[in-house]
Nanobody, 116 residues
Framework: QVRMVESGGGLVQAGGSLRLSCAAS????????IGWFRQAPGKERDFVAA????????YYADSVKGRFTISRGNAKNTVYLQMNNLKPEDTAVYYC?????????WGQGTQVTVSS
């Protein structure tokens, strides 16, 4: 059974930092890109960042460039999202997914709340 498990969310003040983790299991995802997305209340789910299987060429939404860093663990099935200088508008549920031609196997998400 394929599972994507996000963790690391929480409540932080504006300007603070959090590190999210995404652990994939049940299948060898080491050859696929993994991405982070977020969904704020009443809004659609938006792309945040993604990284290739090799860890090269990460790419980001304009809204998080320079503040967020995506990286891949040595086991390749774990992806991290380091979030610095957080803003209230970053408040959302954060999800990870695997790029199998389309984004697939969504996790349950982890809540990030940034207070002003």
């Amino acid at each position: 059974q394929v599972r994507m498990v996000e963790s690391g969310g929480g409540l932080v003040q504006a300007g603070g930092s959090l590190r999210l983790s995404c652990a994939a299991s049940g299948r060898a995802f080491s050859r696929y890109s993994i991405g982070w997305f977020r969904q704020a209340p009443g809004k659609e789910r938006d792309f945040v960042a993604a990284i290739s299987w090799s860890g090269d060429n990460p790419y980001y939404a304009d809204s998080v460039k320079g503040r967020f860093t995506i990286s891949r663990g040595n086991a390749k099935n774990t992806v991290y999202l380091q979030m610095n200088n957080l803003k209230p508008e970053d408040t959302a549920v954060y999800y990870c997914a695997v790029d199998l031609g389309e984004w697939s196997y969504w996790g349950q998400g982890t809540q990030v709340t940034v207070s002003s």
